[in-house]
């Protein structure tokens, strides 16, 4: 297996072996316990917006959804992120250049020993994904969105 391959395989199961720990909800109403969380999403979205875990690239259908709307957090149903910040960023997630105001909430992690900004729902505290500085103008911000972690809702 070449190295890409294993850094792949090893996102894709995401980081609960690492003993990643979500963001704290900033809203006390959903600060859930650990069996709601379970209860109220898929295996999926739970161990992204829970465990922090990475879905694989390319397998969101929302990668390719292009319809004018509104991204929400699939745990809490919080707006996210408008469909006029999505463009193709070509790494196979949904990708935007800019959140909607007061929408996420940021943290450093080392999980893969490089320090990354990892962003979370600001109210639930779900993991979203990670932002980089690699995206377009006006902000040349990538926010990489796993797609498990939101939901759609075309205007």
């Known amino acids: 297996m070449t190295r890409r391959g294993l850094l792949a395989r ?8 690492l003993g990643a720990k979500p963001a704290e909800a900033a809203d006390p109403r959903w600060q859930l316990s650990d069996a709601a969380w379970k209860a109220r999403l898929s295996p999926a979205a739970y161990a992204v917006l829970r465990q922090e875990g990475t879905e694989r690239p390319f397998s969101s259908p929302l990668n390719g959804e292009k319809r004018a709307g ?3 957090c699939a745990g809490c149903d919080l707006p996210l992120f408008s469909s006029q910040a999505k463009y193709d960023s070509g790494t196979g997630w949904p990708s935007f250049w800019q959140p909607l105001p007061g929408a996420i909430a940021t943290k450093i992690d080392f ?7 990892e962003y979370h729902c600001k109210r639930c505290g779900g993991h979203q994904g990670h932002v980089f500085n690699d995206g377009p103008r006006p902000t040349g911000k990538r926010y990489c969105n796993n797609g498990v972690a939101l939901s759609f809702r075309p205007s």
């Open 70 to 72: 509104t991204f929400h």
């Open 111 to 117: 999980k893969l020993i490089v320090p990354r900004t």
């Open 10 to 17: 090893l996102l894709s199961l995401g980081t609960p072996l």
